[in-house]
């Protein structure tokens, strides 16, 4: 009889304890819609790791069950890409029931997403971009029509191939012209006249306001929203945001990306995450344009290295997956 009580008490302890885990469980970043993350220029789905690293894992961890990670081109137009990525997401909603997705793209993947939430807004619940070259690349200018272009051309054809057989999608034709002519500012303000979406139509201002707060308890916060473009557009919901890098003082010598983003930043007359100048990267509800991240750290990109003193980027995905749900998204 003793047995058989503890026995009852052990599994009612246990029912209780399991209880408990199932009321704790993390939901907080549970949206209504998937999240598809949308990779950039040379980027991939998972190669050895994934291109968005430990971010999924960390958007699992805080309730989010349906996160995908699409392959597109690494090198094409946008409007290649998006077409790419239109058919993903058609696909997606068929198999899944989903109505709709929430976008997140790094890089070109931004514009990438833009373009879908253009031509299907139907299928888009919201578009988030991060370090992504709405306006254009100072790198990509310098590069365009100068003696550096046709070898930088070869080499992003090659590494696309490359890329696209190591993910095991063959298939993909690779356009490194394709992405040269959407990422100079010439071919992005023209892309911007077909898919003005979430665009700001006024100047960049190069340095924030402050909210003074009362006269008597100063709130010397930054106001990012002074570059803020429309926050929700034929139903969409639209936000960004990037990086900013200075070499001298964010590097990691075990990072492979900081000297070549170091080269590659140096053509901006701005600050810039290494490819994206910050006033480029503003699109919708810009929640902030200089976390200390370059453009790899921006998707925890070579293994998580980073400089010590940078912001950590994982945080700020899974603080945005809550916001998504915050707005019912």
């Not at 999924?56 to 409007?79: D, I, M």
């Not at 790198?139 to 029509?145: E, I, M, N, Q, R």
């Amino acid at each position: 009889m003793r047995i058989k009580k503890a026995v009852t008490g052990l599994v009612a302890t246990a029912a209780i304890a399991g209880a408990a885990l199932t009321v704790q469980a993390d939901t907080s970043g549970q949206t209504k819609h998937p999240i598809v993350l949308v990779h950039g220029l040379s980027g991939f789905d998972s190669i050895l790791a994934d291109y968005f690293y430990g971010v999924k894992g960390a958007l699992s961890n805080v309730g989010a069950n349906a996160v995908y990670t699409p392959q597109v081109s690494g090198y094409e137009s946008n409007e290649a890409r998006g077409e790419e990525l239109l058919a993903y997401v058609e696909d997606l909603v068929a198999s899944t029931g989903a109505t709709k997705v929430n976008l997140i793209g790094h890089s070109q993947g931004g514009p990438t997403s833009r373009y879908v939430a253009s031509v299907r807004p139907d299928l888009v619940a919201s578009v988030t971009s991060v370090g992504s070259p709405h306006f254009g690349s100072a790198t990509a200018d310098l590069l365009k029509d100068s003696p550096l272009e046709g070898p930088a051309l070869a080499i992003g054809n090659a590494v696309g191939a490359l890329l696209a057989a190591l993910s095991g999608d063959t298939s993909q034709q690779q356009n490194a012209m394709g992405s040269l002519e959407s990422l100079n500012t010439e071919g992005a303000l023209a892309f911007n006249q077909d898919h003005p979406q979430g665009l700001r139509q006024g100047s960049c201002k190069s340095t924030p306001t402050y909210n003074a707060g009362s006269w008597w308890w100063p709130n010397w916060v930054k106001d990012y929203s002074v570059n803020d473009g429309p926050h929700k557009v034929n139903g969409v919901r639209y936000y960004s945001w990037s990086g900013t890098y200075n070499p001298l003082i964010d590097y990691n010598v075990f990072d492979l990306a900081d000297p070549f983003l170091a080269v590659t930043g140096v053509p901006h007359s701005e600050a810039n995450d290494g490819l994206v100048g910050r006033c480029s990267s503003h699109m919708g509800k810009v929640i902030r344009d200089d976390y200390t991240l370059n453009h790899a750290d921006e998707i925890n990109g070579m293994f998580g290295l980073r400089g010590l003193f940078t912001s950590s980027p994982v945080p700020i995905y899974v603080e945005h997956a809550r916001r998504l749900k915050s707005a019912g998204l």
